[in-house]
């Protein structure tokens, strides 16, 4: 079950619908790009990352939005890159 849902998010986003077999959505979206704008996708990412990371409270998700609405580079696009950014600059 995801963590987050779309309620949950802090910023303005845009909801456009995201085809199911989109690689945003399949499992694979490692060198797709991230819309930061699109909620579908932010909310998506951000999910997949407190699985992986194994979250049980929504505060570090909540963090991760934060930094990647507010701190994350303009070039730093792929799900992978996105990742990685906030793995290095998580308790900048």
Do not use: C
Not at 38 to 61: C, D, H
Not at 71 to 81: E, I, M
């Amino acid at each position: 079950m995801a963590l987050l849902s779309t309620g949950d998010l802090q910023f303005t986003y845009s909801w456009t619908a995201i085809p199911p077999d989109d690689a945003r959505v399949t499992g694979v979206p490692d060198s797709t790009l991230l819309n930061r704008g699109e909620g579908y996708e932010v909310l998506y990412f951000i999910n997949r990352l407190a699985t992986a990371s194994e979250w049980a409270s929504k505060e570090p998700a909540l963090k991760a939005e934060r930094l990647i609405k507010t701190k994350l580079p303009g070039d730093v696009r792929s799900h992978k890159n996105v990742w990685q950014w906030l793995i290095d600059h998580w308790n900048d």
